[in-house]
């Protein structure tokens, strides 16, 4: 490690060099690999053992299970839908070659603008593309075309992300943005039955009349316009030894977005999160309240054969356990408050559920909840704030 840092010490370009951009790429990648050398000269800090680039990459790391694991399943699906045997390994591969373009996509392009923004502003590269970058590929349909993903990215970089100051001044979450993008703009390519699997045979054609690549969500979408026990083929999927049982789901032995299907994985992702204190513990538990509480509910009316799916069940579908652990808990679109997030996350939980069933134009309400609680954060930390203001207020009084 010596030799590199002396070796990157060597190439260092001048920050006030004609071409400042080149400045800035090297500090970005400097203080990426080792403690930057920067001191403080005035005022009050806070030393700390930990800064925002090591926060971002304990979340990249947090995030391998999710996109191992999606790889894996992309191949998985892909033999499913021929009808194929495969090994680990073959499914692993082919799942890699169709994944890895959207991670270099989604990072090629976020990047390059953020280089962009560095050179203009004449400031550091900001750090929060990096889990961006991760995130956005792992929220998409296999599918999705390279280019609709590079206009998603620019746009929640641009759009999300930079007009309202760059890295912890943004409002909404950059991957959710992108994603939201994608499904108003192009929704035949985000939702459907042709996106969530590839069904390219070796010859190039696609596999049509003996598969459907539905996900669970969508599937129970066609459910909802009909009485209890009529749909009893759909309900039959999500039965014990079912395509969508309780166990697959929690597996993630299911179609779905890359890297939100496995349960498994995105708990070993928030294992991670807690254990180094970076991700809340009170939005997790408090949005799966929510999600339970919503859950319960709809069992208690059951008007449809959506409504008598488990609430646990229903927790483990979709992108919910993908979008508590890794998007509700963003530290800056989230709340901030101690009470601020458990209101916060609770109805993100609830309004997942609730907009999943009740609309089924959006069977993925997680992304819509979450969106929707970005904005209502804000408000939701003044009141949390000014109660306790008020209530100090009260204490001076009484003891005057």
Same mark, same amino acid.
């Given at each position: ?144 075309? &390279?280019?609709? /993903? $590079?206009?998603? *990215?620019?746009? +929640? #970089?641009?759009?999300?992300?930079? @007009?309202? !100051? ?50 669970? &969500?969508?599937? /129970? $979408?066609?459910? *909802?316009?009909? +009485? #209890?026990?009529?749909?009893?083929? @759909?309900? !039959? ?164």
């Amino acid at each position: 490690m010596k030799a590199l840092e002396k070796l990157m010490q060597s190439i260092k370009p001048k920050e006030d060099a004609k071409f400042p951009l080149a400045y800035w790429v090297w500090d970005g990648m400097y203080t990426f690999m080792f403690v930057p050398g920067h001191v403080t000269h005035k005022g009050t800090h806070v030393r700390d053992a930990i800064d925002l680039k090591r926060t971002m990459f304990t979340v990249i790391i947090a995030l391998i299970p999710a996109l191992l694991f999606g790889m894996w399943n992309v191949g998985n699906q892909h033999y499913i839908a021929l009808g194929q045997e495969a090994e680990l390994m073959d499914k692993f591969i082919f799942g890699l070659i169709k994944v890895l373009p959207l991670v270099v996509v989604s990072y090629g392009v976020g990047l390059g603008i953020e280089f962009i923004f560095a050179a203009i502003n004449r400031h550091p590269i900001q750090e929060g593309f990096l889990v961006s970058g991760m995130l956005i590929p792992l929220t998409m349909p296999v599918e999705v075309p &390279l280019w609709m /993903l $590079a206009v998603a *990215t620019a746009f +929640a #970089v641009v759009i999300g992300k930079e @007009v309202f !100051g760059g890295t912890g001044m943004n409002i909404l979450n950059p991957a959710l943005t992108a994603r939201a993008f994608l499904f108003f703009a192009y929704p035949t390519k985000m939702s459907g039955t042709t996106v969530w699997v590839d069904t390219t045979t070796d010859q190039g054609q696609q596999v049509v009349d003996s598969f459907t690549g539905a996900t669970a &969500l969508g599937d /129970l $979408a066609t459910t *909802t316009g009909s +009485a #209890v026990g009529v749909n009893t083929d @759909v309900m !039959g999927m999500f039965a014990d030894g079912g395509v969508y049982s309780m166990f697959n789901s929690f597996m993630g032995w299911i179609p779905g977005s890359v890297g939100e299907t496995s349960v498994v994985a995105c708990l070993i992702g928030a294992a991670i999160l807690l254990i180094t204190g970076i991700g809340s513990w009170r939005i997790m538990a408090s949005m799966t309240v929510g999600g339970l509480v919503m859950g319960y509910i709809f069992n208690a009316f059951a008007v449809n054969d959506f409504m008598t799916i488990s609430p646990v069940h229903q927790l483990l579908l979709g992108g919910f356990m993908f979008g508590m652990v890794f998007m509700a808990t963003d530290p800056v679109s989230a709340a901030q408050t101690n009470m601020g997030k458990i209101i916060y996350g609770f109805f993100a939980g609830f309004f997942a559920i609730m907009i999943r069933v009740f609309n089924p134009a959006y069977p993925e309400g997680v992304m819509m909840a979450i969106l929707f609680m970005n904005v209502m954060a804000p408000m939701i930390d003044h009141y949390v704030v000014q109660a306790n203001i008020n209530k100090r207020l009260k204490r001076v009084k009484v003891a005057a």
